[in-house]
């Protein structure tokens, strides 16, 4: 696991819009896992500009995103369909038809979840996928006790992650009891991982899932298992890793044997 830590959420947006936009630049057929919620917005506002500098295309793009509340219609203004198109997807020359995100409103969830991870499979995989973290450790709505193995299925949403989204609604009866997530099998299965933490609320997630034991209890430490995982952490969410030196030490090494010419 490559654990960058970086100055502030600006530097981890930067950075993170820098990985994307290398990934489609290299396969302009890239196929891209996406996320929603707080964290990824800023990246979302780099690749736009980089976007509209003319630095990346999109247009072959295939995207498909972790997770959405069930129950909510694709136009809900807190659907996770609304997020991608409001804040990247309408901004930044993506082809609507190639961007899938889970149907919270199908009318058989168990075939919309098995269709969902065929439409992965047909596209060949995922190359790089983008995942926040919950507070309580979760990566998409995999939450605590989710089956490592798991695959895109129904998740009943924790009080915590309820509470934490509350403000993005009204209130906090507002916000969903169940969503539809791929699961941490199908996250794994993709070619790359970049994980982005920003804030003080996520430092004890953030500790448990690079430097504790790999638990269900704790979802986003399956990523260890994983041999392509970057994480990109800003001061305050690395705040509690006990080994935040040495991560600086090696990302300074890995930075000088990637920008030294070549013999
Ligand atoms: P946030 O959510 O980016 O809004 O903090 C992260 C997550 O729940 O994965």
């Known amino acids: 696991m490559r654990v960058v830590i970086l100055e502030d959420a600006a530097a981890v947006a930067q950075r993170a819009a820098e990985i994307i936009c290398r990934q489609v630049q290299d396969n302009p057929q890239s196929v891209l896992g996406l996320a929603t919620g707080g964290t990824p917005l800023a990246t979302y506002r780099c690749l736009v500009q980089r976007y509209e500098a003319d630095e990346v295309d999109f247009s072959q793009v295939t995207s498909f995103n972790l997770d959405e509340y ?3 219609p694709k136009d809900h203004e807190q659907s996770y369909s609304t997020f991608m198109h409001q804040n990247l997807f309408g901004k930044a020359g993506f082809d609507l038809n190639k961007c899938f995100l889970p149907d919270g409103t199908a009318e058989n969830f168990e075939a919309a979840c098995d269709d969902y991870e065929r439409r992965i499979d047909d596209s060949g995989g995922i190359d790089l996928q983008l995942l926040g973290i919950g507070t309580d450790g979760h990566i998409a709505f995999n939450e605590p006790g989710s089956s490592l193995a798991s695959r895109t299925r129904i998740k009943t949403l924790t009080e915590r992650t309820r ?8 209130s906090v009866d507002q916000v969903p009891k169940l969503s539809i997530t791929v699961g941490i099998g199908t996250i794994l299965d993709s070619d790359r991982i970049l994980l982005l933490a920003t804030g003080k609320s996520k430092a004890s997630a953030v500790r448990s ?5 790999v638990s269900a209890n704790v979802p986003a430490s399956a990523l260890q298992m994983h041999p392509k995982v970057t994480v990109l952490l800003d001061e305050d969410s ?4 006990v080994r935040a030196d040495y991560y600086r030490e090696v990302e300074q090494v890995q930075r000088e044997l990637e920008t030294s010419p070549k013999s």
């Open 70 to 72: 069930v129950g909510l």
């Open 163 to 170: 509470s934490d989204n509350a403000r993005f609604f009204d």
């Open 209 to 213: 899932f690079i430097e504790g034991p």
């Open 238 to 241: 690395a705040g509690w890793l």
